[in-house]
Each structure stands twice: as C-alpha cells, then as structure tokens.
C-alpha cells in the first residue's frame, strides 16, 4: 500500500478556498508508475461518503459532480510527490473529512474513489 498524509484542511467561511494536499510515497521511475491513480472522497456526519475527484498518472483527471468541477481542482506534482485539491467557492455543504486515496491499474476507472486500497488518515474542511 501506499503511504498517504493529508493536510491542509480547516474552518473557513463560505465563499472561501483552501487546498488540501496529500504527500504520497508513489515512486516516480517505477515502471508502474503510469499505471497509478489517486483522488479524493469526503464523508460528512450522518452522510454516505463521497467522490470528490480522481486523478491518473498517466494524464488526465475526472471530477465527480458540476458543482464540483466548476469549482474544484486536482492535480499532482510528480516532483513534490503531492496531489492537490484546490477548492473554491465553499458551502457549508463542502464541510466533511476529506479523505486521499490511491490505487493502480483497471481499479482506477472501475471503482468508486472510496474503494481505492490505500487511504489517508483524512483532513477536517468547516465551511
């Protein structure tokens, strides 16, 4: 598995933008590198986890919802070994732990974000 830290999660007011970045142990020359994914799902109290967004080493990204798309954005940094979230325009329906995963292979399309194998210990976003 691979080792996941998040950071950058905390109390903001709507309307605000923060990034959460999640530091991973992903080994660049690897030759499974391109076949590498990660992303991020959220849970909040009382609610059923979910994806956020999903991003492939071997290039591109796919946001889960509108909302989201318009105004959240995922990258990864193959040098700093870090995957970002850049969040903008925050509600108070945005506030949930935010969760970094990753995995590799056929399970980076076919699954929910929330099933990839390795998981962070999450970072708290209050809107």
């Known amino acids: 598995h691979v080792q996941l830290v998040e950071s950058g999660g905390a109390s903001v007011q709507a309307g605000g933008s923060l990034r959460l970045s999640c530091a991973h142990s992903?080994?660049?020359?690897?030759?499974?590198?391109?076949?590498?994914?990660m992303g991020w799902f959220r849970q909040a109290p009382g609610k059923e986890r979910e994806d956020v967004a999903r991003i492939f080493f071997s290039g591109g990204s796919r946001t889960t919802s509108n909302s989201m798309k318009v105004r959240f954005t995922i990258s990864q940094d193959n040098a700093d070994k870090t995957m970002t979230l850049q969040m903008r325009d925050l509600t108070p329906e945005d506030t949930a732990t935010y969760y970094c995963?990753?995995?590799?292979?056929?399970?980076?399309?076919?699954?929910?974000?929330?099933?990839?194998?390795?998981r962070g210990q999450g970072t708290q976003v209050t809107v």
């Open positions: 992903i080994v660049s020359h690897n030759y499974e590198y391109s076949r590498r994914c």
């Open positions: 995963v990753a995995d590799e292979g056929v399970v980076c399309l076919t699954r929910r974000v929330d099933e990839y194998r390795s």
